[in-house]
């Protein structure tokens, strides 16, 4: 079972380092950055940007630039640094060797957070799983930088106990996880193949992280899921069963937050979670539309889905937050076959995004028009439950009925 454990009671106090290559956007990676040193539990002291090129190989910043943090680690008094780019072991221990200090990057800031939110058997694994793969390759760099320390960011999870231990025994715990996970992922195509059967069409709520999935999934379906204005609020799949105004049933599933440079690992080890989109049929892709990076978020969104294989789905943009807009925003989104506007909060928006789903339920399904035997009513009772009933009318030569019905279930209706 995975090994899990929280450390409350060490807060890190860090500066943050970026590296500009020309993009311009280490100014709002570090916004971000910040954020989530904040969801870890660290305060961030000040930050630090070098314009280069490319990324020093060897120490992630050039010479120059590492004295200048010196001094600033001096003056704040910070226990460390936290870099916006994913270091390689050697990066990692010279940039330690050369600032006397605490080194984190980016990863170790998400998988922290991953290890804090985790509460199911299957998130835990995960986490623990990306954990291990990401630290087997920097036992080195990471032994020394964590025992700098007695906890703090970074900290969380199999903790420095496992990190002691040789790579072979590392590499032995990620077999168990991967065939632990093998299970968890056949139980879960049992629960997708008897859906099949249940002729129910799923959507997966996907979107940036707090962009508001969960409070959306909440309001539609009373879920009860944690829904905070933080990063990563929520980390298990949550599946709910959603009637429709019209009748029709659709399942809903709330998914991880994407976020810009998700670590491969996590990508690996979540992979199951995350690919709950390409199981279903329809993408709620929900935009946090007062964002100021807004368009960067969906192009991530998209870029990420494109990595797990998920196209040719029926992708509803859902721009979410309009209660806060003090402005007006265009809001627009050329890869999304429709748009909907709502506040997840309020409720407002949300019956055209109800009317937005009928529509599409119904375009999925084939219109039957027929007149059944009395001995063949329970079949009325099946379009009833999979399919929209729009009229019935009993004669004297049976029951005739008017409905949309699921192109699988019409087959043996006719």
Request: charged residues 30%.
């Amino acid at each position: 079972m995975a090994e899990l454990f929280e450390i409350k009671d060490v807060e890190d106090r860090v500066i943050l380092l970026a590296v500009d290559t020309g993009g311009g956007e280490a100014e709002q990676c570090l916004d971000e950055l910040e954020e989530l040193v904040k969801t870890a539990g660290g305060t961030t002291l000040g930050r630090v940007i070098q314009n280069r090129e490319q990324i020093h190989p060897g120490t992630y910043f050039g010479k120059g630039k590492i004295d200048e943090v010196k001094e600033l680690l001096w003056e704040t008094e910070a226990d460390g640094v936290v870099c916006d780019d994913e270091l390689s072991p050697a990066q990692l221990k010279n940039l330690e060797e050369a600032l006397d200090c605490k080194v984190m990057d980016r990863t170790m800031v998400i998988l922290d957070i991953f290890a804090s939110r985790a509460n199911t058997r299957e998130g835990k694994l995960q986490v623990e799983l990306a954990q291990l793969r990401y630290r087997a390759a920097r036992l080195v760099g990471l032994r020394s930088s964590l025992s700098r320390l007695g906890g703090g960011i970074g900290t969380r999870g199999p903790g420095e106990s496992k990190l002691e231990i040789d790579r072979r025994r590392i590499h032995e715990r990620i077999s168990v996880l991967k065939e632990e996970l093998k299970d968890v992922e056949r139980h879960r195509q049992v629960q997708r193949q008897q859906r099949d059967r249940g002729h129910t069409t799923g959507a997966a709520i996907v979107g940036y992280t707090n962009a508001g999935k969960s409070t959306l999934l909440n309001y539609l379906t009373n879920a009860g899921i944690l829904a905070e204005d933080k990063l990563f609020a929520t980390l298990d799949p949550t599946t709910r069963s959603l009637r429709l105004p019209d009748g029709q049933q659709i399942l809903l599933t709330d998914t991880v937050g994407f976020i810009r440079k998700l670590p491969h690992h996590l990508i690996e080890a979540f992979k199951s979670t995350l690919e709950e989109a390409k199981y279903n049929d329809i993408i709620l892709h929900v935009v946090d539309c007062t964002n100021p990076q807004m368009e960067m978020q969906m192009h991530i969104v998209y870029e990420t889905l494109k990595q797990l294989g998920v196209t040719d789905k029926v992708i509803v943009t859902v721009f979410n937050k309009t209660d806060k807009l003090d402005h007006e925003v265009i809001l627009k989104d050329l890869q999304a076959d429709r748009q909907v506007k709502i506040s997840a909060k309020t409720g407002d928006g949300i019956p055209d995004l109800l009317e937005t789903l009928e529509q599409i339920l119904r375009e999925r399904k084939v219109y039957l028009e027929k007149v059944f035997g009395y001995s063949e009513a329970g079949r009325i009772q099946e379009i009833r439950k999979f399919g929209e009933l729009l009229e019935e009318e009993y004669t004297e030569a049976g029951i005739r009925v008017r409905a949309y019905v699921p192109a699988e279930l019409f087959g043996r209706l006719v």
